[in-house]
Nanobody, 120 residues
């Protein structure tokens, strides 16, 4: 059974930094495209934040976080991380780790989410 567990959320002041991590178990992370998605309560649909593919290369970012967030993946450690710098209040949300199998006949997996709050 594939499981994703996020950690690293918390409360930080504007301009601060947080690092989120997602540990994948049950299957090698190299089997997945990995993404980070966030959901701010009462603020419309979830927003895709960043994505990376198993073969490496530059991760993809939404315009709202480009230049401030850095995604990385460690295939050997079966983890993916999201370094978030220069945080803004509008970055406050629950952040979810998402694993999309390269074999699209398999389901997409989600973590339980981790809360990020940016407030003074």
């Amino acid at each position: 059974e594939v499981q994703l567990v996020e950690s690293g959320g918390g409360m930080v002041q504007p301009g601060g930094s947080l690092r989120l991590s997602c540990v994948v178990s049950g299957s090698p992370i190299s089997s997945f495209d990995m993404s980070w998605v966030r959901q701010a309560p009462g603020k419309g649909p979830a927003e895709w934040v960043s994505g990376s593919i198993p073969g490496g290369g530059t991760p993809y970012y939404s315009d709202s976080v480009k230049g401030r967030f850095t995604a990385s993946r460690n295939n050997a450690g079966n983890t993916t991380s999201l370094q978030m710098d220069t945080l803004k209040p509008e970055d406050s949300a629950v952040y979810y780790c998402n694993a999309s199998p390269l074999d699209r006949s398999h389901p997409v997996y989600w973590g339980q989410g981790t809360q990020v709050t940016v407030s003074s």
